[in-house]
C-alpha cells in the first residue's frame, strides 16, 4: 500500500514562533497533496492543495501568507504555520495521490499543533 | 446548503446490530464517492470506494444514488472495533479535490 508521513506528529510552541511541518509520500511519486485543519469535533476541511513545482491553490479564508506550503519534490511537501496563535491550534493532516491506477487520497498520520 | 451532509448521529448500538449511515451531496457532477473511518485523535482511513451498482466488503455494503445525490452505508453485525466515526467523501467532477461529510459517530457497546 502507499504510504505517507508526516513530520513531526505533536508540536507545542509558544504563540508568535513559526513551525513546519513535513509530509512525505515514502513508497510513491505523489503528483498532488493536500493540506486538511481539523479542529475538535469537526470534520477536516481542505485548506490549499500543492501540485509539485507550482504554487498551491488555497481555499476560500485561508490565509496563504499564514500557511506557507512548499512542494518541492514528488515525495515532500511542507506546511509552515507562521506567527502561530492559539487559534491555530488544530490537527493538521496532509494526504498525497499519485499511485497508478487510483485516484485515492493516502493519509499522513496528522500532526497536532498546540499554540499556548 | 453544506455540501456534503451526514445523519448527525452518534449512533449507539448493542454488538450485532445492523447499522445505516446517510449521506447527501449538493453537487450533481461529483464523480467519485467514498466512506472514511476516523478513529480519534488519528487519521481517516480509506473504508470503501463507493461504485454506483453498489458493492459489498465483508459486513459493509455501500450504495450510491446518483438520481437523489444519496450515499448510504450498512454495516451489519457490528462489532466492538466498528466504534469510530464515519466520514461520507465526495470529489468534484474530476475526481480530485475531496469533500468531508461532518461524520457520523458510532459506538456498537457491549
Known amino acids: 500500500g502507499a504510504v505517507v508521513s508526516q513530520h513531526p506528529s505533536r508540536v507545542i510552541c509558544k504563540s508568535g514562533t513559526s513551525v513546519k511541518i513535513e509530509c512525505r509520500s515514502l513508497?510513491?511519486?505523489?503528483?498532488?497533496m493536500f493540506w486538511y485543519r481539523q479542529f475538535p469535533k469537526q470534520s477536516l476541511m481542505l485548506m490549499a492543495t500543492?501540485?509539485?513545482?507550482?504554487?498551491?491553490?488555497?481555499e476560500q479564508g485561508v490565509e496563504k501568507d499564514k500557511f506557507l506550503i512548499n512542494h518541492a519534490s514528488l515525495t515532500l511537501s511542507t506546511l509552515t504555520v507562521t506567527s502561530a496563535h492559539p487559534e491555530d491550534s488544530s490537527f493538521y493532516i496532509c494526504?498525497?495521490?499519485?499511485?497508478?491506477?487510483?485516484?485515492?487520497?493516502?493519509f499522513g498520520p496528522g500532526t497536532r499543533l498546540t499554540v499556548l | 446548503r453544506k455540501e456534503v451532509e451526514q445523519d448527525p448521529g452518534p449512533f449507539n448500538v448493542p454488538e450485532g446490530a445492523t447499522v445505516a449511515f446517510n449521506c447527501t451531496y449538493s453537487?450533481?457532477?461529483?464523480?467519485?464517492f467514498f466512506w472514511y473511518r476516523q478513529d480519534c485523535r488519528k487519521e481517516p482511513k480509506l473504508l470503501m470506494s463507493?461504485?454506483?451498482s453498489g458493492n459489498e466488503d465483508g459486513r459493509f455494503t455501500a450504495q450510491l444514488n446518483r438520481a437523489s445525490q444519496y450515499i448510504s452505508l450498512l454495516i451489519r453485525d457490528s462489532k466492538l472495533s466498528d466504534s469510530a466515526t464515519y466520514l461520507c467523501?465526495?470529489?468534484?467532477?474530476?475526481?480530485?479535490?475531496?469533500?468531508f461529510g461532518p461524520g457520523t459517530r458510532l459506538s456498537v457497546l457491549p
Open positions: 494526504s498525497a495521490t499519485g499511485l497508478a491506477g487510483t485516484n485515492e487520497q493516502f
Open positions: 513508497d510513491f511519486q505523489a503528483t498532488t
Open positions: 500543492s501540485n509539485e513545482g507550482s504554487k498551491a491553490t488555497y
Open positions: 453537487n450533481s457532477a461529483s464523480q467519485s
Open positions: 463507493v461504485y454506483s
Open positions: 467523501v465526495v470529489t468534484n467532477q474530476h475526481g480530485q479535490n475531496f469533500v
